[in-house]
């Protein structure tokens, strides 16, 4: 049970190393920011490929509006946070 618990952390640290990894290369320039004006779509859905952890081969594809990737990546910043601070000592 403890392998399990262990391996879903893993796959959950992987995968926000991932995001966190790809996200500057999403952002666009300040002045793109307001694009509702230029007619643009000011929310695009943005896909991105992230890889399971312990394969080489796993992808999966994953499709979002940008407030949705931002929501994302907040969520997962704070179950790290979690993670990382709710570590058990030593011995038990």
Request: glycine share 10%; with cysteine; proline share 4%.
């Amino acid at each position: 049970m403890r392998s399990k618990g262990l391996s879903m952390m893993k796959k959950l640290l992987g995968l926000a190393i991932a995001l966190s990894c790809t996200a500057a290369y999403g952002q666009r320039p300040a002045q793109d920011a307001q694009s509702g004006q230029n007619g643009r779509d000011p929310n695009p859905t943005i896909c991105q490929s992230v890889g399971e952890t312990g394969t080489r081969l796993g992808r999966q594809r994953i499709c979002m509006t940008r407030s949705q990737w931002a929501e994302y990546r907040r969520e997962n910043r704070l179950i790290i946070e979690r993670v990382q601070t709710n570590r058990p000592l030593k011995g038990e």
